[in-house]
């Protein structure tokens, strides 16, 4: 199978590998965070890019996009240019990972900072039409009651940025969607999107990743290939030696059946039904 990847001139902001370097613009990831949660976001640290977080040997691991924090919160971004399976319960997972990897042995839950998943999708996650979808846990009884308990799950859907009523987000999402920059913001964005896109670093960069990938695909299909060969071969080897055995039971039965052997030793000696030992 032939494998192709989209040439670095067309990438936009919202692939992957592209969308992982320009967050690395302290400036540009702190903006975007502030214009999608309409908060102002303290010194962050420096975003963490395919951050892994694996707590436990046996227990699943993840991969979060762009992980980061401020004093007071704890931030994963991811985008979604295809919705995955089980999105409500795999954001329910990166949650409680990321409070795990985020308080030490020995501290208090009070100390456990406010927490936000944030997927920016390409398609409607819910089909609600709707551009931010804002999930926090509230009492089913009382729909004014808060837990309180300091996390949220946000969704964004792009392609409905026209229904957006706060100028910079919409900008912003409509950047995401039509890769029209249409303020200052996403301007600036744009001109670091085109700017990476020149530079010889980042196109090696691309271009080794793509290759890697390549190669570890590869090398899967090979693995794949080769235990399939040696898989096949052993079934092979246990499907003759059952059409050995039940041949062979046959002539058994057939020589016993010329020799009037009556048909309950028969049957009893070669493990044939009734009906099979007829038909010889």
């Given at each position: 199978?032939?494998?192709?990847?989209?040439?670095?001139?067309?990438?936009?902001?919202?692939?992957?590998?592209?969308?992982?370097?320009?967050?690395?613009?302290k400036?540009i990831?702190?903006?975007?965070?502030?214009?999608?949660?309409?908060?102002?976001?303290?010194?962050i640290?420096?975003?963490?890019?395919q951050?892994?977080?694996t707590?436990?040997?046996?227990?699943k691991?993840i991969?979060?996009?762009v992980y980061?924090?401020?004093?007071d919160?704890?931030?994963?971004?991811e985008?979604?240019?295809?919705?995955?399976?089980?999105?409500?319960?795999?954001?329910?997972?990166y949650?409680?990972?990321?409070?795990?990897?985020?308080?030490?042995?020995?501290?208090?839950?009070?100390e456990?900072?406010?927490?936000?998943?944030?997927?920016i999708?390409?398609q409607?996650?819910?089909?609600?039409?709707?551009?931010?979808?804002e999930?926090?846990?509230?009492?089913?009884?009382?729909?004014?009651?808060?837990?309180?308990?300091?996390?949220?799950?946000?969704?964004?859907?792009?392609?409905?940025?026209?229904?957006?009523?706060?100028?910079?987000l919409?900008?912003?999402?409509e950047?995401?969607?039509?890769?029209r920059?249409?303020?200052?913001?996403?301007?600036r964005?744009?001109?670091?999107?085109?700017?990476?896109k020149?530079?010889?670093?980042?196109?090696?960069?691309?271009?080794?990743l793509?290759?890697?990938?390549?190669?570890?695909?590869?090398?899967?299909?090979?693995?794949?290939?080769?235990?399939?060969?040696?898989?096949?071969?052993?079934?092979?080897?246990?499907?003759?030696?059952?059409?050995?055995?039940y041949?062979?039971?046959?002539?058994?039965?057939k020589l016993?059946?010329?020799?009037?052997?009556?048909?309950?030793?028969?049957?009893?000696?070669?493990?044939?039904?009734?009906?099979?030992?007829?038909?010889l």
């Open positions: 199978m032939e494998y192709t990847h989209k040439p670095v001139e067309e990438l936009s902001f919202t692939d992957d590998f592209m969308f992982g370097t320009i967050m690395k613009n400036m990831c702190k903006g975007i965070i502030e214009r999608l949660l309409h908060i102002k976001v303290g010194k640290e420096y975003p963490s890019l951050k892994t977080i707590p436990f040997y046996e227990s691991g991969r979060l996009d980061v924090s401020d004093p919160r704890i931030f994963d971004i985008i979604q240019t295809s919705l995955p399976p089980s999105l409500p319960k795999r954001t329910r997972y949650q409680s990972l990321m409070d795990v990897d985020n308080l030490l042995q020995g501290q208090s839950y009070a456990l900072k406010e927490s936000y998943v944030i997927f999708c390409t409607d996650p819910f089909g609600k039409g709707l551009p931010v979808y999930f926090r846990n509230i009492c089913t009884a009382d729909g004014t009651l808060f837990l309180d308990d300091k996390s949220a799950k946000v969704f964004y859907n792009v392609d409905a940025y026209g229904k957006e009523d706060e100028p910079e919409s900008a912003l999402l950047y995401l969607c039509e890769r920059a249409t303020s200052g913001f996403t301007q964005i744009d001109a670091l999107v085109e700017k990476a020149r530079n010889e670093k980042f196109r090696s960069w691309y271009m080794s793509n290759i890697r990938e390549d190669d570890l695909r590869m090398a899967g299909e090979k693995i794949g290939f080769e235990r399939g060969v040696v898989a096949g071969i052993r079934k092979g080897r246990r499907d003759g030696i059952a059409a050995g055995s041949q062979a039971k046959r002539e058994t039965a016993m059946a010329e020799r009037k052997y009556p048909l309950s030793e028969i049957r009893l000696m070669t493990g044939l039904s009734e009906a099979e030992i007829k038909k």
